[in-house]
Structures are given as C-alpha cells and as structure tokens.
Nanobody, 115 residues
C-alpha cells in the first residue's frame, strides 16, 4: 500500500504563487510516475503535470510556462510550483503516483485563485 499526503493548497490572488507538496509513504519502491491532476466544479479531471521515471515531464498546455513539477527522491515527495495563477486554475488538486504500474491518489487539496 502507498499513502499520499498533500499540502500547500489555499487561497491566493490572481498573479500569485503557491507550492503544492505530496509526500508518499508505504511500499513505494519502483515508482513509475508522479504528478498532479485537478478537477474544477462541473469540469472533468485533467492532468496538470507529470514526471515519468527517467525524468521526462509533461504539462497541460494551460499551465506550461507557469507551473513546474519536481521531485525529491530522498523525501519521496513531488512538488508543484504554481506561478502567475489565474482564476481558472481554481480546482481541487490531487497528487498521483504510479507504483509498480498501479495508480494511487491523494485526497486532494483546494486551490482557489481570486480575481
């Protein structure tokens, strides 16, 4: 089993920044990917950013140039640095790990960007 604990969400004004963290614990050897999804009210869940084993990254077009995903293997933690936030970034952000080809999800953290 893998447990994921997120932190760092909150309320911020447009143009501001937040950093999300997701710490993994449990049986976490052989991580295939780590990343973040988000879901806004009335919208489908979308991939925000992903790190695949080997280090390559993928970003949603809507966040390219503003968000940066990074990982710290010593702490089993993945981060999402979010800059130049916009009201349309408001959503519940969920951490996502793939361990030995099995997906795990965090409980989600709310990010609200006021205009």
């Amino acid at each position: 089993q893998v447990q994921l604990v997120e932190s760092g969400g909150g309320l911020v004004q447009a143009g501001g920044s937040l950093r999300l963290s997701c710490a993994a614990s449990g049986n976490i050897f052989s991580i295939n990917a780590m990343g973040w999804y988000r879901q806004a009210p009335g919208k489908q869940r979308e991939l925000v950013a992903l790190i695949i084993s080997g280090g390559s990254t993928n970003y949603a077009d809507s966040v390219k140039g503003r968000f940066t995903i990074s990982g710290d293997s010593t702490k089993n933690t993945v981060y999402l640095q979010m800059n130049s936030l916009k009201p349309e970034d408001t959503a519940v952000y969920c951490c996502y790990y793939v361990v030995r080809a099995y997906p795990y999800w965090g409980q989600g953290t709310q990010v609200t960007v006021s205009s």
